[in-house]
């Protein structure tokens, strides 16, 4: 039971300060003892859940899949090795935006069947891209994710990526419903670090996803593949500018993305994507919530 | 009196007649001489007696290699002969000086600095009248009336003793020679003695060092006096030790267990400690070891006449001598108003490195310790590891080449973020609120990891008592900051490790009302411990062996032998104690309550679980708590007097398992094992105590100690000032008495039915918010602590 400091003395929240009242008994089922788990904001999204009989997205994540690898996991730990020849395109967190992948900023590259390129964390169609790291200053960057809604050929990942697959449930639903306020509120309550900021596996298994009904959940998976061939217009177009400007991308990824927004194609593009994603994520919240029970199509 | 006393002050002005204005006199018109006891018959002119006397030294050969080595010519080349023979027949002046019947060792140090004053020899003080002995050496009566008819006697005598100090290899260092130690003559003034030395002499030049302590130390002075002297030695120092006293027999045991260099001052004469053939050792502790003296580790020296033997006033003498050959002096338990007090007083006064070691009880030792302290002694901890010997070892390190890297580089790496005064305030006031009442000026508090002491300089405002206040800690760049700051005088401040016991400095588990602080977490931690496992145990120190008299095991030291030795072997022995020391605590072996399914919907969520999940040692089956008690006991059963053995897998995977334990995990033990049960706990704590689930284990651990009672999340800027921009939390809490832990014991959730209810306050800032600042906020939460404590009662 979290008890709001209100209960106590009329008093919930100062502005900029956050004041909750626990038990010992709370503490010690949970087992945590950061102030932030129990902010009521947290709890409150997880009791919501828990009502709506949400299951832990671990249950949709093998141990092992058939390829040999495992359900979640990350890049290769250690040095980076690039190869501007390699045929392996490689993802950091950089390249990972709201709406897909940027492959115009440090567009790196490792050689194919190098220790950067570990076949269990090459990335297919479908799969599930989420960051699990953030440094200092950067902690807007940890919790985004992506789908791969097409095949970009071959690609693998850095270790501040989580690579996941999951059987049982639309990877377009699971990586929507992240972007809402439930999957972030969720991840925001579990990531911890000193210095560096991360969220581990176990706690990406233990997050709650919303039983949703397989119609639906198709809709978001089209509504999201919609959302997805925006954005990789745009960024067609940016690395079309990229070639033909011969910037350098991993030094000048700002000059590059100021080049594209002066494009009138790349920005209309990249603000219809940006657009149907907010569509998306506040039809499903709606949904999740129960105030509707069907995703209303994005308007044309 | 001197002759000049009565004189008008205008007579100062003439010149001080000098022994060759005497000698002339007497060669003019004879000296009036005292009639009952003078001979004419039998005393002849002294001029006579030099004669004579210099026929018996010719009987000693210039070529002879012996007296080369008693006189210490060895480096004297052929061309040099006239330089040679005046040597020997110098030497054999002094000795006979010795053999003068009434003339004391204090009298012929005297005579000596004379005629070093004069630039004389002692032929010529031979030749002196009875009146100038009197008024210009300064001989009784007796003495000096009775010296000519002694000198030819004396001579034949000198050249005897001469004859058999060269027999048997002993050296003969008058004040005046080159080889004399400089150090010896600052600290005798004018006075200093004749020595003689039988071994290496070349141990003289070497880095010297000198433990002392009263007579009848106590049993725990004389544990890290052997500590010490072990590091010491195992550092290639040299001790300077006397034979009788158990404090210098236990320093020259550890010289000798760590094959290590040292200086016996005896306290008689040579001849009596030296005889032909293999010598034995002149310390009665060593000689149990079985093995003969080491020649070339070893110098015996006296100042007594070779022939001498023990008598009452040697031992002040002897421990004179002692401290005067040590470069630096380490009191380890000194009593007050003693010989070693007043000799330490003077060492400081020339300017020798005094170390005096702090001392918590009320003893007459502490009180000299203290004394020495407040007269420029520098400060040390003892403890039985002899951990802070490096303090002593830097002591002959330019103060500018310690510490060379920057500042800031070299603080991340121990850890180390000071703590701003206004969170410190804060946490005062918060233990103060949660407490329900102030504390008393008699409450014990310490801050076992200090830094530059902040909690203790509010406890200081707050009129605590500085007696009761302790700081502990392992930085030494600290301590001149703590001597400067007028709010830290009179608290007890040591530079030593805040997690290892240590009872002379009051650091014992249990017993703090109030434990405050913010120790060190990430930078270097406890990653050294790991060169225990790297570097083998030096060959030596493998031979180590036991009083007891077990034989070392010469299989290991073969192996020892074959490989690079990566840290020292004093380095290594500290190490090992901190192993053994950490191996005791809890933390680093905590899986128990993931296994025994107290928890187990955590458990599920975990993948790995575990302190060590990432620690891939074993990958046929999971880490058990009974594998980790079975690895502490190989580590707690080791014999304390060997090295750990870390080619045991148990011992190795011990030492491995402490390294890679973050050393802000030990020191969240030690809060709580240093807090009395009731006693409260203020921590500021990274905040992977608080929320990582790989240290889960330590809150279950945790929760069955203390009683949280707030949780304070503090912002990343708070330690942005000292290079840091960690996320960080203050833990409140109150360690349970050993009737609540009885409860918890017997309840199924392992937290007690009437505790569960308790409420605990917890906070967090939003530092974005536009009106935000940190001072309402540590304002504000102090103020709902108050409602929240007042809703607990």
Known sequence: MVVSLSQI????????????????????????FNPAYFEDRFVQVEQQLREMGANALGRFIPELLPDGSKGITYGQVGSRDFHPRGVVRYLQVINIRDT????????????????????????????????????????????????????????????????IRVVGVSPYFVGAFLKTSYGQLQMQRVIHGVDSQ?????????????????????????????MSKRHDRAMAIKERLLEDSGV??????????????????????????????????????????????KLTPFPA | MSPNDNEPAVSLRIRQPTMADYVRQDTRRPHPLPSNRFNPQTT????????????????????????????????????????????????IDYLALTCIKGLGDKGIAHVLA?????????????????????????????????????????????????QRACDLGIVILAPGDAEYPARVREFYDDTPPLLYAFGNVSLLDSACVALVNSAKPVAHALESTLALASRLAEAGQTLVVGTESSSYNVVSLAAKRADGCTIYVMHHGLFAAVKPGPQCEPAPLTRCLGEPLAPDRSLLVSPFRLDGRWQKGNGPRRDQL??????????????????????????????????????????????????????GAAALVADPAGSNVDIVLDAQRPAETLFPTDDLERRRSLGQFFTPPEVAQFMWNMVEVLRGKKWKAAARVIDPACGEGVFLKVAAERGHAAKNCFGVDIDETLVPLWQDDERLRGARLFRASGLLDNPSIGLVPGSFDLVIGNPPFSGQGLKDLLQLTQSPASSSTQRQRSLFGDE?????????????????????????????????????????????????????????????????????????????????????????????????????????????????????????????????IAVIVPESILASDQLAPLRLWLMRQIQLLAVVSLPQKVFTGVGAKAKTGIVFARRYTAAELEAHAKAPGRIAEELRDKKILLTSPHPDADDWSFDDYLLGVTESAKRVADANI
């Not at chain 1, 897909?100 to 297919?124: C, M, T, Y």
């Not at chain 2, 630039?119 to 009875?130: D, K, L, Q, W, Y």
């Not at chain 2, 338990?333 to 060492?347: P, Q």
């Not at chain 2, 009320?362 to 004394?371: F, L, P, V």
């Open chain 2, 44 to 91: 002849t002119d002294s001029r006579v007696h030099a004669v004579n006397y210099s026929s018996a030294k010719r009987l000693v050969t210039d070529k002879d290699e012996k007296v080369s080595a008693c006189l210490h010519l060895d480096g004297m080349s052929s061309a040099t002969q006239p330089a040679r023979s005046k040597r020997k027949s110098a030497a």
């Open chain 2, 322 to 375: 002692v401290m005067a050959l040590a470069k630096r002096i380490v009191a380890v338990d000194v009593k007050a108003g003693g010989t070693i007090e007043e000799l330490c007083r003077e060492a400081i006064r020339i300017g020798r490195r005094v170390f005096a070691c702090q001392i918590v009880e009320r003893t007459k030792a502490a009180r000299a310790n203290e004394s020495l302290l407040a007269g």
């Open chain 2, 114 to 162: 004379q005629v070093g004053r004069d630039a004389g020899t002692i032929a010529e003080f031979f030749r002196c009248s009875p009146r100038c002995l009197r008024e210009r050496y300064g001989l009784r009566s007796s003495v000096a009336d009775n010296l000519a008819s002694q000198v030819e006697q004396a001579g034949e005598k000198a050249v005897a003793i001469f």
């Open chain 2, 552 to 680: 070392p095991d010469e299989s290991f030291a073969k192996d020892a032998d074959a490989n690079v030795h990566m840290i020292g072997r004093h380095q290594r022995a500290i190490l090992d104690y901190l192993a053994r020391q950490l191996s005791r605590y809890a933390c680093w072996r905590l899986r128990d309550g993931l296994d025994d399914g107290a928890n187990e919907s955590l458990a599920e969520t975990l993948n790995g679980g575990g302190l060590f999940a990432d620690l891939d040692l074993d990958s046929e089956r999971p880490i058990r708590a009974s594998d980790y008690e079975r690895m502490a006991r190989a580590v707690a059963d080791w014999p304390v007097d060997r090295p750990l053995d870390t080619s045991q897998p148990e011992v190795r995977d011990t030492i491995r398992r402490l390294a890679s334990t973050a050393i802000e995990v030990f020191f969240t033990e030690r809060f709580v094992q240093l807090a009395k049960p009731g006693g409260m």
């Open chain 1, 100 to 163: 897909g992948i940027d492959f115009a900023i440090k567009p790196d590259r490792v050689a194919e069947g190098s220790h950067n390129d570990p076949p269990r964390s090459r990335v297919l169609k479908d799969d599930i891209l989420l960051t699990n790291t953030a440094f200092r200053g950067t902690e807007t960057l940890i919790g985004r994710c992506v789908v791969l809604s097409r095949d970009f050929g071959k690609l693998n990942i850095s270790q501040d990526i989580d690579r």
């Open chain 1, 248 to 293: 350098d991308p991993g030094r000048f990824g700002e000059t590059i993305n100021a080049l594209a927004n002066e494009k009138p194609a790349y920005g209309r593009a990249i603000k219809e994507a940006e657009e149907r994603l907010g569509h998306l994520i506040s039809q499903l919240e709606l949904v999740i919530e129960g105030r509707q029970q």
């Open chain 1, 198 to 226: 991360k969220i581990n596996f176990g706690r990406i298994r233990a997050l709650l996803i919303p039983d949703i009904a397989k119609e639906t959940q198709e809709e978001v998976q089209r509504q999201y593949v919609e």
């Open chain 1, 9 to 32: 003395e009329g008093t919930e929240y100062h502005l900029g300060h956050t004041w909750t009242v626990t038990t010992l008994g709370d503490i010690a089922q949970s087992n945590r």
